[in-house]
C-alpha cells in the first residue's frame, strides 16, 4: 500500500457503498412526504415531523453501530457485514412500503396504516444500522495523508448515486404520465432503486477485500506511529491526550454550526423565495441545484488542494467563502423580485464552500483516532451533524414565523461565522502539506 499516492480505482469501488445511501436518501426525501399526504392524507406537520424521524434515530443509530463495528471481527471484516446485511434488509422493506401504500390507496384501513408506519420505523433502522460502517470503510483502507483525496471521491460518488436516483424518476414519472392520476404507483421507482443499492454492495463485496486492505494499512500506521495521535495510557490501552480531545471537541461544535447554518438554508430557501421574492418552485429549485452542481464539480479539485494546503486551512476558506455568500444572498433577495445570473453565481460558490468544508471535516476527525476507533469517531461526526440537522429547521422556522423571512440569511451567515471562529481553536486532525516529488512533509 502506498502512502503517497491513492488508489482511486479502489476508493471509487469503497465508495460504491456511500453511493447505494444516497440514492435511497434522495428517492425517501423526494417520494416519501408524496405517500404520507397523498395516500394516508396526513398534515403537512405531522408528515414533517415523521421525516424529521431518521435524523432523530441516526443521532442514537449511527454512534451505536459505528462504534460497534470497531469491535466487530469476522472473516468479511468489521464493516463488511454491517453493509451486507443493513443492504439486504433495506431491500426488503423499501419495497413493501410502495405495495402498502398502493393497497391502501384501493382499499384504506387502520391495519394498513400502522403497517406502513412500522415498516417506515423498520425501514430507517436498518439504514442506520449501515452508515457508520459504510463511511468508515474508507478510513479503514486509506493512509491517513491520503484521506482527503479519498473522502473527495466518495463524495463525488453519492453525488452520482443521487443523480442516478434524479435520472430514473424523471424516466419513469414525467409529468405526461403522472397528471391527473388520483394515485401514483411508485413501485417500479422502489425496484430499481433497491436493485442499484443491491447491485452497488455486490460489486463491493467482490471486489474489496476488507481484512487484507485494512491490514495493509494498520500494518503501514505502525511503520507511521507519528500518525497516531492516541497515547498508552498505562493500563495498555490507548486514550486521547487533552489537547486532542479539546481539538475533536472544537472541530465537533464547527461541524454542528455549519451544518446548523447550511441546512438551514436548504430547509426553507424554496419556502423564503416564494414569500420574499414572489418566486415559484422552479428558481428555487434551479439555484439549490446550481449549489449541488458547484459542489460536485469541486470534490476532486478541494481534495487535492487540501493535500497542499492543509485541510484546516481549506475548511477556513470554505467557511468563510460560505459565511459571505449568506450575506451576499440576503442582499440579492431582499431588493430584487427575480433570480438573477448573480443569484447562480452565488450559489455555485455556496456549492464549491460546501465542497471546502465537507471534504475535509470528516478525514480531520477519523484522522484523531486510532484505527480502531474510526467507527465510533466516524459516530461521532454524525451525531454532531445530525443534532444540527433536526434542531436547524424548527429553530430557522421559529425565526421565519415571528421575526420575518428576511432571517434566512442571517442566521445561515452568524452560524457560519460562529463555525470560523471555533475551527480557529482546532490544532490537531489536520495533513502536513506534501512536497513535490516527495512524501509528506
Known sequence: MDEHKLDNKRTVLVGLAFLSISAFWQMYDNVIPKLLTGTFHMGESLAGAVMAADNVLALFLLPFFGGLSDRTNTKLGRRTPYILAGTAFAVILMNLLPALDNSYAAEASPFKFASFVVTLGLLLIAMGSYRSPAVALMPDVTPKPLRSKANAIINLMGAIGGVIYLAVAAVLYPNSKVEGLAHVNYQPLFLVVSALMAAAVIVLLVTIREPKLA??????????????????????????????????????????????????????????????????????????????????????????????????????????????????????????????PVMYICFALVGLAWAAINVNSLPMVVEMCRGSDVGKFTGYYYTASMAAQVATPIAAGWLLQHVGYWTLFPYAALFAAGSFVTMLFVRHGDVKPERKNGPAA
Open 215 to 340: 491490514a495493509a494499512n494498520q500494518a503501514l500506521e505502525r511503520e507511521h506511529p507519528e500518525w497516531n495521535l492516541a497515547e498508552d495510557d498505562g493500563s495498555g490501552k490507548e486514550t486521547l491526550p487533552k489537547p486532542v480531545k479539546r481539538s475533536l471537541g472544537f472541530l465537533l461544535a464547527s461541524i454542528a454550526l455549519w451544518f446548523v447554518g447550511y441546512n438551514g438554508v436548504t430547509t426553507w430557501f424554496t419556502t423564503y423565495v416564494g414569500q420574499v421574492m414572489g418566486q415559484g418552485l422552479g428558481g428555487a429549485s434551479l439555484c439549490l441545484m446550481v449549489a449541488t452542481g458547484g459542489a460536485i464539480v469541486s470534490y476532486i479539485p478541494i481534495g487535492i488542494l487540501a493535500s497542499r494546503v492543509g485541510r484546516k486551512k481549506t475548511i477556513l476558506a470554505g467557511v468563510a467563502l460560505l459565511a459571505g455568500c449568506f450575506l451576499a444572498g440576503y442582499l440579492l433577495t431582499v431588493r430584487s423580485s427575480a433570480i438573477t
